[in-house]
Each structure stands twice: as C-alpha cells, then as structure tokens.
C-alpha cells in the first residue's frame, strides 16, 4: 500500500485496497475495511474499472453482512450485482448474488430463493469445486 502512494499510482492503491478491506475485516477491523473498500470502490469509478469497483461494493456488503446491517449490504451487493451483470461477468455476478439472497433471506426469504435460484442457473457451465460447493451450499438452502 505504501508502495502505490509513494508511487502515486491510483490503479496500484485501488487494487491494494481491495486486499486491505478483507485483511482487515478478517481480523475483526470492520470500520477499517468498510474506509479501505470505499476508498477502493471511488478510485476504481475514477479509473473506469467499473469490474474492481463492483468488487469493493461486494466487500462493503459484506463487511456490513457480517455486521448483521443487512439493508446497507443489500444495497452494496445490489450495486456488485448489477455492474457485474453489466459487464459479464458471469463469476462475480453469481458471487455477488448469492450474497444478496443471503443478506435478503431473513427479510424476504422468497426473493433470496429467486436469487439462489438464478445463482444456480449462472454457475450451470462451472465444474470447479469451489463452484460445486457453492452450489451444494445453495441447493441445501433451497430444500
């Protein structure tokens, strides 16, 4: 991180920031994370990256999430997952959507099912074991 601002290298910050926001909500800083991920999410906007800067959207939700402030992660996670989609990125946008249903479910358990459900749908043509799991985590949801 020291190393971008010395350098004054915005796309080098952004990034960092990033990786900064989960380290530091991995260790219970979650005030931290949420600076480091907006921080991170204006720079990338600034930059036109809008793929990272959906990114810190989806780390402030779910740094709110695990806050138990679902209604401001639903709004970060519904920014990731429409600029994902946007894009096309169909990976982040499944992640991201999976976040929201699970940000929504204790308010609107039927709406999280949809988006479990169309999460299930995105990762249809994904054979890794971290979206094999996911989807195993989904469907038990889902039962």
């Given at each position: 991180?020291d190393?971008?601002?010395?350098?004054r290298?915005?796309?080098?910050?952004?990034?960092?920031?990033?990786?900064?926001?989960?380290?530091?909500?991995?260790?219970?800083?979650?005030?931290?994370?949420?600076?480091?991920?907006?921080?991170?999410?204006?720079?990338?906007?600034?930059?036109?990256?809008?793929?990272?800067?959906?990114?810190?959207?989806?780390?402030?939700?779910?740094?709110?999430?695990?806050?138990?402030?679902?209604?401001?992660?639903?709004?970060?996670?519904?920014?990731a997952?429409?600029?994902?989609?946007?894009?096309?990125?169909?990976?982040?946008?499944?992640?991201a959507?999976?976040?929201?249903?699970?940000s929504?479910?204790?308010?609107?358990?039927?709406?999280?099912?949809?988006?479990?459900?169309d999460?299930?749908?995105?990762?249809?043509?994904?054979?890794?074991?971290?979206?094999?799991?996911?989807?195993?985590?989904?469907?038990?949801?889902l039962?």
């Amino acid at each position: 991180m020291d190393i971008a601002l010395e350098l004054r290298d915005h796309v080098l910050e952004g990034y960092w920031l990033l990786y900064l926001g989960e380290a530091q909500r991995a260790q219970g800083k979650t005030a931290e994370a949420l600076t480091s991920y907006q921080r991170s999410a204006v720079i990338h906007r600034r930059l036109g990256d809008r793929s990272r800067e959906a990114l810190a959207w989806h780390g402030a939700g779910g740094t709110y999430q695990r806050l138990d402030r679902n209604g401001e992660a639903v709004d970060f996670h519904r920014r990731a997952v429409a600029v994902h989609k946007d894009v096309g990125d169909t990976w982040h946008h499944a992640v991201a959507l999976d976040s929201l249903a699970s940000s929504l479910r204790s308010e609107d358990a039927v709406q999280a099912n949809r988006y479990w459900e169309d999460v299930l749908r995105l990762l249809s043509n994904y054979g890794d074991a971290r979206a094999v799991k996911m989807r195993e985590r989904i469907e038990g949801q889902l039962e």
